[in-house]
Nanobody, 124 residues
Framework: QVQLVESGGGLVQAGDSLRLSCVASGRTFSSSAMGWFRQAPGEEREFVAT????????LYSDSVKGRFTISRDNGKNTVYLQMNSLKPEDTAVYYCAARLYKYHTSRADEYSYWGQGTQVTVSS
């Protein structure tokens, strides 16, 4: 069993930055690919970024590429999402997810565990 707890969300203005954190419990974190997804009101959950088990492989959605950076610290069982140049359309609940497999994927149905989400609101 893996539990994920996100933090770092908040209300910011367009152009600002935020860093989200996701702390995982359990001994499988260092062998798990991790992902960030988001869901805006009235929208389906969408892929944001993913990272492989050692942190040397990443993938981003086109909408965040060049602005967001995913990273991980296996010693702290933590994955991060650094979000720069935030836009109002980035407003959503952001979810951390863990995959019981080393390699990353953008498919939400490949992830077995999900956090409760953290709200990010970007005002114009």
């Amino acid at each position: 069993q893996v539990q994920l707890v996100e933090s770092g969300g908040g209300l910011v203005q367009a152009g600002d930055s935020l860093r989200l954190s996701c702390v995982a419990s359990g001994r499988t974190f260092s062998s798990s690919a991790m992902g960030w997804f988001r869901q805006a009101p009235g929208e389906e959950r969408e892929f944001v970024a993913t990272i492989n088990w050692v942190g040397d492989g990443t993938l981003y959605s086109d909408s965040v590429k060049g602005r967001f950076t995913i990273s991980r610290d296996n010693g702290k069982n933590t994955v991060y999402l650094q979000m720069n140049s935030l836009k109002p359309e980035d407003t959503a609940v952001y979810y951390c997810a863990a995959r019981l497999y080393k390699y990353h994927t953008s498919r939400a149905d490949e992830y077995s565990y999900w956090g409760q989400g953290t709200q990010v609101t970007v005002s114009s």
